[in-house]
């Protein structure tokens, strides 16, 4: 997630999305009006604008993100301040403190996790924070590191060679960041445990730009997740942003 949540994104009528396939994991043309899916080709990022926003990734938070001069536990306490925005949203309620929320237990996988996760000082988990920068953010960032620290143990490998599965999976503002977003929520789906749930938070927006190189619309991301098994949608919501940072934001709290 961008700091204290910065970031763009987008909706259009018609897009093509997709994925490498392995056995029955769809890949699709999805269309807004009507919903419907049909088999297509995988489509992703351009490589070489990939690489660009890999690039675009480290420099952010290394020159732009406006609280990078802050000791660890300043922080600590700003990302607190998301993680309690997140689990508001996604439903979950304050349990008897603010360091603690009722049903949010247990194992967590955050992933794309940026250089400093969401939940190190909150109570009753135990998270693996996952970003595919993370050696790159721990060497050059002072406030990032491998290992544990709070709550969180932060990693480098990819989701899908994450060999767990977990309570919750936590998703914020990372899938329009992906090369491949149906990719990437086939491999974060696979990590959530039977009757455990995927919270997702993410922007959309009509166009790619430099750092957001995945565009798709909210009906996209349901029906998705629908052929992927999510059993129930807790949270299912979009909000219509200012279209500077983003057009969209988008709510999904889903049951597998």
Partial sequence: MKGLFLSMGGAIQRLRVGASRKNSEPEAIADEQSSKFVMNEPASADPEQWKKSQEYELTFWKEQWPYRHLSVAELQQ????????????????????????E????????????PIGFFEMVDGVSVTAQDSLMRLYAENLPFSMIGKRGAVTYIQEDVADIGNVFDFVVCSNVLDHTADWIQFL??????????????????????????HTQIFSHNQLVRVLELLGAKEFRVDSVEREDGVHCDYRHYLRAVF
């Fill in 186 to 211: 086939i491999a974060c789906v696979k990590r959530v445990k039977q009757g455990g749930e995927l919270l997702l938070v993410t922007d959309s927006r009509g166009i790619p730009a430099i750092g």
């Fill in 78 to 101: 700003a990302r607190h301040k998301d993680a309690m925005w997140f689990l508001g949203k996604m439903g979950f309620v304050r349990g008897e403190s603010d360091y603690r929320y």
């Fill in 103 to 114: 049903g949010f237990e247990g194992k967590v996988l955050e992933v794309g996790c940026g």
